[in-house]
């Protein structure tokens, strides 16, 4: 099949890790960016990006995986420059910007394509409902990254639809496409040369003996925002008692906070006191690329709202361990239970128990994080039957290897980034026929943006008069060469100079105004159509500085001069 491309809507913060707070979503971007660089099917890649700075970063990191394919910058401020390459990926869901960027010009010259991440913030919430009101059309696409996340996305969209016909009496029907393509893994720098010496020298390192089971658990250390540790310090403790073996669990992540530190390992110390703890600092990059092999079995019990596909529990199914996780979100699409490790039964509240939970987080009682971690205390995980997979892990070295093994294959058949970014340009690829075969969508006649109008237009009643092509101009008493060079180079009047007529042209309408007022689309004959709008906001722009004078014509009127007091006759 033919492959599609896309410019990569460029924010260092969406694809680039490291610094105090390392979050899920910034780890998939740039695995994402990593993979399409190196797999991508393509002649070249576009970035779509406003700094100089931040397109020579790309340029960087592409040239590290494949340095004979070449880079454009495509620069934000040009968004119909995007119909060069007929497709732009946003790092996130909210595409509305982007779209009504588009409105602009012609709305099939190039596809929209966003990806979810966490979707239970009221931004994100707020954008999924304009997917039915915002431009985006059948040639656009919001891919969810689970089957699960798909289908919390229909829901919030239908509550929107049902909102918008009970409101105005027609249903609009949402066009864009809502594809499910997984996040991937490079799953060969899981392989490493000399697995066997890492695992004895990381044990050795963190004091961890040759016959200890040493269960890992990879992501942030807290307890409102991703996973409650409660249930996994219970189980772990029951299956250690009842088989015996010794087991450590290393915690690879970080804490947002000292009180959040101590809370999580006082609850470790009380609920979990046969099994060693050892917590390191998972933003190290030695760290993340290396623990793996120290571990017997991985474990995430995720069960947050934040979540919605969950990348660790791959990242250990190609480094050959078992998993057990949560039978929670996106995990139900990549672990089998039973196969690849166990998936842990999870219970919630019945729906309509969080009425009151959705309005305080609304008007504002409840922040985020309040809002999350309480949905997360009425959501359950099965002590019991968790306790027994570990116990089954624990007991069977045999199982591990057969588990291990059978996700390492999982994760190389299905998510490694050569799959995931196969299926991402197969995605553009379509989304580029559909758009090759609507019917050409121009500029509207109207506003681009309805809320967002020409503001010249919208806030035309405010001044006395505007400025059209009858309107005459003139010279002021003022008007010399010295004045029009200083005012180009007065702070309080070039703060916008980009926007303006340039010097020279300047120069050039008062030369021509020299022999004499004249009306504006005279004054402007000779310059082209793109440059108009910056000749006519120039000129009122010279008006405020003294340098010309605009006279009404016959068909517009200005305010009466004042009567001069009879004192000043």
Same mark, same amino acid.
């Given at each position: 099949m033919s492959r599609g491309n896309a410019a990569?809507?460029?924010?260092?913060?969406?694809?680039?890790? /490291?610094?105090?707070?390392?979050?899920?979503?910034?780890?998939?971007?740039? /695995?994402?960016?990593?993979?399409?660089?190196? *797999?991508? @099917?393509?002649?070249?890649?576009?970035?779509?990006?406003? $700094?100089?700075?931040?397109?020579?970063?790309?340029?960087?990191?592409?040239?590290?995986?494949?340095?004979?394919v070449p880079h454009t910058w495509l620069a934000r401020r040009e968004p119909a420059s995007l119909a060069?390459?007929?497709? =732009?990926?946003?790092?996130?869901?909210?595409?509305?910007?982007?779209?009504?960027?588009r409105r602009h010009f012609d709305e099939t010259a190039y596809s929209l394509c966003g990806v979810t991440h966490t979707i239970c913030t009221a931004a994100v919430m707020d954008a999924v409902g304009a997917l039915a009101t915002d431009p985006l059309y059948e040639w656009d696409a919001l891919v969810s990254t689970s089957t699960v996340v798909k289908a919390s996305i229909e829901r919030i969209l239908g509550n929107w639809l049902d909102y918008l016909a009970e409101r105005i009496g027609i249903r609009p029907a949402a066009t864009i496409e809502l594809p499910i393509i997984p996040l991937g893994v490079d799953c060969a720098a899981f392989d490493h040369p000399r697995a066997d010496d890492v695992r004895r020298e990381l044990r050795t390192e963190l004091g961890i003996g040759a016959d200890e089971i040493v269960? +890992?658990?990879?992501?942030?250390?807290?307890?409102?925002?991703?996973?409650?540790?409660?249930?996994?310090? =219970?189980?772990?403790?029951?299956?250690?008692?009842?088989? !015996?073996?010794?087991v450590t669990l290393v915690q690879a992540g970080w804490f947002p906070s000292a009180a959040i530190e101590a809370e999580f390992k006082a609850c470790g110390q009380a609920a979990c006191p046969s099994v060693k703890k050892i *917590?390191?600092?998972?933003?190290?990059?030695?760290y993340r690329r290396r623990i793996w092999h120290a571990a017997d079995l991985f474990v995430s019990l995720a069960d947050n709202i934040q979540e919605t596909f969950g990348l660790s529990p791959i990242e250990a199914m190609a480094a050959g361990l078992p998993v057990v996780v949560s039978d929670w979100d996106g995990y139900r699409d990549t672990v089998r239970d039973g196969v690849d490790g166990f998936r842990i039964p999870t219970i919630m509240a019945p729906a309509g128990a969080g009425v009151d939970l959705a309005l305080r987080y609304a008007v504002g009682d409840d922040d985020y994080d309040r809002y999350i971690g309480t949905v997360s205390l009425c959501t359950a995980i099965d002590v019991d039957r968790c306790s027994a997979a570990f116990a089954r892990l624990f007991a069977s070295h045999s199982l591990r290897r057969t588990m291990g093994a059978a996700g390492r294959e999982q994760a190389r058949l299905r998510f490694d980034w050569r799959h995931v970014v196969r299926a991402y340009q197969e995605l553009w690829y379509e989304l580029a026929q559909r758009r090759s075969h609507a019917a050409r969508r121009q500029r509207?006649?109207?506003?681009?943006?309805? +809320?967002?109008?020409?503001?010249?237009?919208?806030?035309?009643? *405010?001044?006395?008069? $505007? =400025?059209?092509?009858?309107?005459?101009?003139s010279l002021t008493a003022s008007t010399c060469q010295p004045r029009l060079e200083a005012l180009y180079r007065m702070p309080m009047m070039n703060f916008s100079a980009a926007l303006l007529g340039g010097? @020279?042209?300047?120069?050039?309408?008062?030369? =021509?105004? /020299?022999? !004499?007022?004249?009306?504006?689309d005279e004054l402007l004959a000779t310059s082209g159509a793109e440059r108009r709008r910056y000749l006519e906001r120039t000129i009122v722009w010279l008006a405020k500085a003294g340098m010309v004078s605009i006279s009404p014509h016959a068909g517009q009127t200005m305010p009466a001069e004042p009567t001069p007091a009879s004192g000043d006759r």
């Open positions: 990569i809507d460029y924010y260092p913060a969406a694809f680039v890790t /490291g610094g105090e707070r390392l979050m899920g979503r910034e780890a998939a971007g740039e /695995g994402f960016l990593s993979g399409f660089l190196r *797999y991508a @099917d393509v002649d070249r890649f576009y970035c779509f990006t406003g $700094q100089q700075a931040e397109f020579d970063q790309f340029a960087a990191a592409g040239r590290t995986h494949r340095p004979n060069t390459v007929g497709c =732009l990926y946003h790092p996130d869901p909210v595409l509305r910007n982007r779209a009504w960027e269960v +890992l658990y990879l992501g942030r250390l807290v307890f409102h925002a991703k996973a409650h540790p409660l249930p996994m310090f =219970l189980a772990l403790e029951r299956a250690a008692r009842e088989t !015996g073996k010794p *917590y390191i600092d998972g933003r190290r990059a030695d509207p006649t109207g506003p681009a943006n309805p +809320l967002r109008e020409d503001p010249f237009s919208l806030f035309s009643t *405010y001044p006395s008069m $505007q =400025l059209d092509g009858q309107s005459m101009v010097e @020279d042209e300047s120069r050039a309408m008062l030369s =021509l105004l /020299g022999d !004499g007022p004249r009306p504006v």
